[in-house]
């Protein structure tokens, strides 16, 4: 008896099914990687925790740099990763209430580099081959940036790149979108490496995204730089 045709040749015909199979295989499913283990000495309390919307003193915040960026990804993603470090059982409420997932890294002194690698890590280890990493010391950017990074990375997939990395007045920020390439080359990495080290020598595979976004270059490491920030729009 001659074999039957797949499901996937009864619905798309034997032309296309073979381009249909291609593309699926190089379909991503993807976690976002959310890096809150640092220590956050120069703020003076864990960044993670900084009320979000910005509040002024004694005011009551609506949520936190950590719940603001869990709930920032969770539409564009399948799975939100938070990789924490001492301060776990901080974190873990806000985590867990958001319907996210913690990673611990056992030793975060050894940088956050480190802590990139546990939750690279745990995105293979949960079967998925692409990560949109960022910090959590970074106020969230615009849903419009996620979007974009989104649809740039499916096209750059179909032309062998390896990541996109967003760009505002020619600087490089967060978060980057990374294919299973880019997730294999951070982990061989040596824990002494950093991401712009690993970054720089494949820059060729690397698709960089102007886009229209100051956040995606905001660094938050004082108590000041914290004060100065515009609330969202």
Not at 109 to 119: D, K, M, N, T, V
Request: aromatic share 6%; charged share 20%; net charge neutral.
């Amino acid at each position: 008896m001659a074999a039957l045709p797949s499901p996937v040749t009864f619905i798309l015909g034997s032309r296309n099914a073979g381009c249909y199979l291609r593309l699926m295989g190089r379909a991503s499913s993807t976690c976002a990687v959310i890096l809150a283990a640092g220590e956050s000495s120069r703020m003076g309390r864990d960044k993670a925790l900084l009320p979000w919307p910005p509040q002024p003193a004694r005011s009551v915040a609506a949520g936190t740099f950590l719940s603001a960026s869990i709930a920032l990804f969770d539409p564009y993603v399948d799975m939100v990763l938070v990789v924490a470090g001492k301060n776990e059982r901080d974190l873990a409420p806000i985590v867990y209430a958001a319907g996210a997932s913690l990673v611990v890294n056992p030793d975060p002194a050894r940088g956050q580099f480190s802590s990139l690698q546990a939750g690279l890590h745990e995105v293979l280890n949960r079967g998925r081959d692409a990560a949109m990493i960022t910090l959590v010391d970074r106020p969230p950017v615009k849903p419009a940036t996620i979007a974009a990074l989104s649809a740039a990375f499916e096209q750059a997939l179909r032309q062998l790149k390896w990541a996109v990395v967003p760009e505002y007045q020619g600087k490089h920020g967060h978060p980057i979108l990374v294919g299973r390439e880019m997730i294999e080359a951070f982990l061989r990495a040596p824990d002494s490496s950093s991401a712009r080290e690993v970054e720089h020598a494949h820059e060729e595979k690397i698709v960089y995204l102007p886009v229209d976004d100051p956040q995606i270059v905001a660094n938050v490491d004082t108590p000041e730089q914290y004060a100065a920030l515009p609330a969202p729009v």
